[in-house]
């Protein structure tokens, strides 16, 4: 069965969060990560700061390649990036262990994941990885994929936790009877980390319930 594992990281550990150093207020969350032969292509919008300055401070990293604004949307900056292939760090473990992304947002204050493996021997796998690489990550929660009412699409726990929590706080109200800030205080997580999972949670529902 599909199984989900959330982690951190250090800011500095992921290829993406030398920006913290020289723009410590913005924050990156990643879009989705492609392979491509031997490289991964991340997609990523990043908040806080004015594009010149993210390309140019995305652009100091040593193993990048190149950086591509790619669209924008009022103050958030969607980009691409790629990166040398000599480089082995947290994206080329997930790769290694065919782990694929939900989420990724980094802050000045680390990183914070949410991927899903094939099953628990693929989430060992990626533990393993990076273990015998000296990559430093700290688990906070793995759990299997819960199937939800109906067929053809799953939540992951915190996904319908998220979605849960914000119903019954009046998120989705007109007018809202909650902030985002408010119910993702109760979860304990970030803002940005909670309109991840929301964001997500409600593309799932989306494909499952209205795209036949």
Do not use: K
Not at 42 to 51: D, H, L, Q, S
Not at 80 to 109: C, K, M, P
Not at 144 to 160: A, F, H, I, S
């Amino acid at each position: 069965m599909a199984t989900v594992m959330e982690f951190t990281s250090p800011a500095d550990e992921f290829p993406l969060g030398t920006v913290f150093e020289n723009l410590p207020a913005v924050s990156v969350e990643l879009e989705r990560l492609i392979p491509h032969e031997t490289l991964i292509i991340p997609y990523f919008w990043v908040r806080g700061a004015e594009a010149e300055d993210i390309e140019a401070a995305f652009e100091a990293h040593a193993g990048v390649i190149n950086i591509e604004l790619i669209d924008s949307v009022d103050d958030e900056y969607l980009l691409r990036a790629e990166w040398e292939e000599t480089y082995f760090g947290l994206l080329s473990a997930l790769a290694s262990a065919n782990i694929a992304v939900l989420s990724g947002v980094g802050t000045n204050d680390g990183w914070r994941f949410e991927v899903r493996g094939e099953n628990r021997e693929a989430v060992s796998e990626f533990r393993t990885i990076c273990q015998n690489h000296d990559i430093p990550i700290e688990i906070t929660a793995v759990h299997e994929l819960l199937p939800v009412q109906g067929d053809g699409y799953e939540l992951t726990e915190t996904q319908r936790e998220a979605l849960v929590l914000a119903y019954e706080r009046g998120y989705f109200d007109s007018p809202r009877e909650a902030s985002l800030e408010e119910v993702a205080t109760e979860l304990g997580i970030t803002q940005q980390s909670l309109s991840s999972r929301l964001r997500r949670g409600h593309r799932r529902l989306i494909a499952g319930t209205l795209i036949r």
